[in-house]
């Protein structure tokens, strides 16, 4: 990441004012109130401070600071005193989910680690970071300065490294996925069966896969025996985690391209006898760089595809849409209204695939979106020009 794009946070410390890059991955500014701590800080001391909108840089020793993380983890978890009115209708529950998760990521991301230039974490007992770093970050600058980022950001970065290096299996290439950091990890394998078993349409010989991603579904594509297979993102971070995944499996057929949806006529051929597509389920504002691939406001992706695609459907191509109707059943989204952008796109439907998510949250009653998500069906629909 280039130094110029991060903002400065600046605090007080022995009296003298300081400074230092502001590193926030999900694009958040520099915290106005910091102030600085240590091992002599409790836990519920720390939590007035975070829930005054008050941010903490921490000194003290490194593992006091996961601990300390971890218990204002606990008290922003903490049930409500007061029995909440239950959400009268899904959408409520999903605009309430929305709003804890955000007041959740806010207050825990208020708890602050200092980083040095070349990504080592100044404090007792530190853990190594580099390799995490400079796969998300990018190499560091040569002279450049020391930083600050929230704990809870630095370990998903960490994190994200740990999923890279180890991958997600995905049976259907019989192989791993290895997902880059701010690219949406193939979890959920209904999606890509259903890619891997839906008929092709005939003949098949040149396919758009739009929104690539990690690469997944191109693979899964290259793999069926596709033999010319054109991938787009507008995502850097993706391109760069596509290629990694498709080098890796030896699927040469496959060219990248850094395109708004279609890909321009520089870069393919006009017409595809297949175009895939599985954009963001959820119409709502991300607030992150990996939400990005769930969440979609007003449906942009998904409305711009189907109104586009036909034009770029060869006579007897199919557009295939992988789209869960998990919007429907929170009522962010109608089945009319997707059916109407079908129809004014000059498409049909000429089949419907689908199966249920495995993924646990569907069992997990405790949720707050249980009820939607246990009605949750995830479909490939089959759309030809009418």
């Known amino acids: 990441m280039p130094e110029q794009s991060n903002p400065t946070i600046h605090w007080q410390e022995d009296q003298q004012p300081r400074a230092a890059r502001w590193i926030s991955e999900a694009g958040l500014p520099p915290p106005e109130q910091v102030v600085v701590v240590n091992d002599t800080l409790s836990a519920d001391a720390a939590f007035k401070h975070v829930q005054a909108g008050t941010a903490l840089l921490w000194r003290g020793d490194y593992p006091n600071a996961r601990h300390l993380l971890e218990a204002l983890t606990r008290r922003v978890d903490r049930p409500p005193r007061n029995t909440p009115t239950p959400a009268k209708t899904a959408l409520e529950a999903f605009e309430r989910h929305r709003t804890a998760q955000g007041r959740r990521a806010t207050l825990l991301g208020r708890l602050l680690v200092p980083l040095t230039a070349d990504y080592h974490i100044p404090l007792r007992r530190s853990q190594q ?20 980022i929230s704990l809870r950001g630095l370990l998903a970065l960490v994190s994200a490294w740990e999923w890279r290096k180890k991958g997600a299996n995905v049976p259907a290439l019989d192989a791993a996925i290895h997902p880059h950091f701010g690219v949406f990890s193939p979890v959920r394998g209904e999606y890509v069966d259903l890619v891997a078993q839906a008929p092709l349409p005939q003949p098949c010989n040149i396919a758009f896969d739009i929104g690539v991603g990690s690469g997944v579904l191109s693979a899964v594509l290259a793999k069926r025996g596709i033999p010319q297979i054109i991938a787009t993102d507008t995502d850097p971070r993706a391109l760069a985690c596509a290629r990694d995944n498709l080098e890796r499996l030896g699927y040469a057929q496959v060219v990248l391209c850094r395109d708004d949806l279609f890909p321009s006529t520089a870069h393919a051929p006009d017409l595809a006898d297949l175009i895939v597509c599985n954009p963001p389920w959820l119409p709502a504002t991300p607030t992150s760089p990996v ?57 049909v439907v000429a089949d419907r695939l689908e199966t249920r998510p495995r993924h646990p949250k569907t069992r997990n009653n405790t949720d707050a979106l249980h009820k939607a998500r246990s009605q949750e069906m995830t479909a490939l629909w089959r759309l030809r020009k009418a």
Do not use: T
């Open 291 to 347: 939400e990005a691939a769930i969440y979609d406001p007003d449906s942009r992706m998904l409305r711009q595809f189907l109104a586009g695609v036909g034009e770029r459907l060869s006579p007897n191509g199919e557009a295939w849409l992988i789209l869960s109707d998990i919007a429907e059943h929170l009522g962010l989204r109608s089945r009319n209204a997707l059916l109407s952008w079908i129809k004014d796109a000059g498409l």
């Open 129 to 148: 970071v580099v390799e995490a770093c400079v796969a998300a970050l990018g190499v560091p600058v040569a002279g450049g300065a020391d930083a600050v």
